[in-house]
């Protein structure tokens, strides 16, 4: 990709590649979420995110089941009728799905995880609510560990990071990675590509996120000048596969032999490669792209995908 781009230096960190279904981001944040749900004693989780396209609820619903709990997922959007992608992941993992029809970003007078969450403890439970994308502090403390192990990885080859390139979604992502590269004073310049149009309501909430995860670790505080989101490069509407996320897939599948995903990685390699076009870094530079996972939504847009393209 570098040769074929002359651009910058580029590398790629992995985390499309943890253990548990098909890997990705929110392993990392599950591992310290889960502790949490063990540590008050919940028998069992719940969870929301979209119908098709939650990362999140797949691997809350494995890792919950690798820990002993069950797991409940309240997923926006319609019952389809037939199974695809990570919502297959999620029935094989014997989840309990119920489905809601708001929007994640539309007000609720009751939240349906509340309601689930009140329903669990009149039958004797002790659930554990987890917010979207586990984007709340306890989340994001697992990447502000991914970014002390970038950190260690990238000193122990000599090598300087000028750049991290990731897709932003919910905003704990992003909140660990800029409190950890602040704490750090490494320099680094952090780009979260959005995955929806409206980035006013994510920087807010990874702000928010950050300093609540500052508080609780004792670290310095997060601004919203820290915190760098690109839009443009998100299509009209989350989920909506753009033709430039479409090339990007495809280049870097027959380039590296490394799947993206069409929602969020797909969008943010378009981002970088964009960027590369238009000369935002120099040659000389150093840009990790962290993978984040989400390969199973390529099933779930194979007909978007094979539709031909005019590729670059």
Known sequence: MTKLLNGPHLWIKRDDCTGIVFGGNKERKAEFVMADALRKKADVVITTGDVQYSNHARTTAAAARKSGLDVVLV????????YDGNLLIDYLLGADIRFVSKGKHE???????????????????????????ASYPVGAIAYINAMLELTTQAQNQNLKINCVVHA?????????????????ASGTTVYGISAEPDCKWLKTKTVEIANDAARFLGEATVK?????????????????????????????????GILLDPVYTGKA????????????????????????????????????LTKPTHEK
């Open 168 to 184: 932003a979604g919910s905003g704990g992502t992003q909140a660990g990675i800029v409190l950890a590269n602040k704490a750090l």
């Open 75 to 82: 997923l926006t959007g319609k019952k389809p009728k037939t």
């Open 224 to 256: 919203s000048s820290d915190v760098t989101l690109v839009e443009k490069y998100s299509g009209e509407k989350y989920g909506a596969l753009t033709q430039e996320a479409t090339e990007a897939i495809k280049l870097v599948a027959r380039t590296e």
């Open 107 to 133: 007000g609720n007078d009751t939240d349906p995880m509340e309601q689930v969450a009140k329903e669990l403890k009149q039958k004797g439970h002790v659930p554990y609510i987890i917010p979207l994308g």
């Open 269 to 304: 390699m378009a981002g970088l490669i964009d960027m590369i076009r238009h000369d935002h870094f120099t040659k000389d530079q150093n840009v990790v792209f962290i993978h984040t996972g989400g390969n199973l939504a390529l099933f779930a847009q194979r007909q978007e």
